[in-house]
């Protein structure tokens, strides 16, 4: 039974990507630079995600925020990901954007929450963190359509495995609307460049 129910969601999951994969290619007009995506039909967030967003934020409900995900054992990319997150945070600062830099684990198991409290203390004050466990993290990676495969965890061995997972990262309005769609590692001056150039978007 628990494996016909296992194939039914797998199915079930399947056909909800290829759903909103159409509704965005077919309904949200998007203006592409780079891997960057500006919605110009932003994606409202549940009311689910929108309050755990909220509680990352340092000055309350008004501030934009940018959303990453990750895990602090990994060695480059995340990383990588937070100095960019970091320098992005900066740059909106110094255009008077109030904006919070959300770093997600996808690897709670080994991030616990003082290990994310100083690990994202490193890259900046205006960075925080989520942490979630079981279908609850499930619910929010599939929010983000966000995916992480773990490489030999098991029964032995639940401290040296690798995780692999997707760089997209997000761009969220105070109102709870996903407004950018880009990639954590490649797009950072792009977005540096929405921060300086793209008065409208944070206006709207």
Not at 52 to 70: D, I
Not at 104 to 117: K, N, Y
């Amino acid at each position: 039974m628990k494996k016909i129910d296992g194939i039914k969601l797998r199915a079930f999951r399947n056909y909800y990507f290829q759903v909103i994969t159409i509704l965005f290619l077919t309904l949200v007009q998007a203006d592409i630079r780079a891997a960057t995506i500006t919605l110009s039909r932003p994606i409202t967030l549940q009311p689910e995600t929108i309050i755990h967003l909220e509680q990352a934020s340092t000055t309350g409900t008004s501030q934009w925020k940018l959303v990453v995900f990750g895990f602090t054992h990994c060695k480059d990319v995340c990383p990588m990901s937070l100095v960019n997150l970091s320098m992005m945070v900066k740059t909106a600062i110094s255009e008077q954007i109030d904006i919070n830099g959300i770093f997600v684990t996808v690897d709670p198991d080994r991030d616990t929450e003082a290990i994310l409290a100083n690990y994202t203390k490193s890259f900046g004050t205006d960075i925080s963190y989520l942490r979630f466990e079981g279908e609850e993290l499930e619910r929010f990676k599939n929010t983000f359509q966000v995916e992480a495969i773990f490489y030999t965890k098991n029964v032995g061995n639940q401290t040296h495995y690798q995780v692999d997972h997707s760089t997209t990262a997000f761009l969220v309005d105070p109102a709870g609307r996903i407004r950018v769609i880009f990639d954590a590692l490649k797009d950072a001056r792009d977005m540096a460049r929405i921060f300086h150039e793209d008065k409208k978007l944070f206006k709207s």
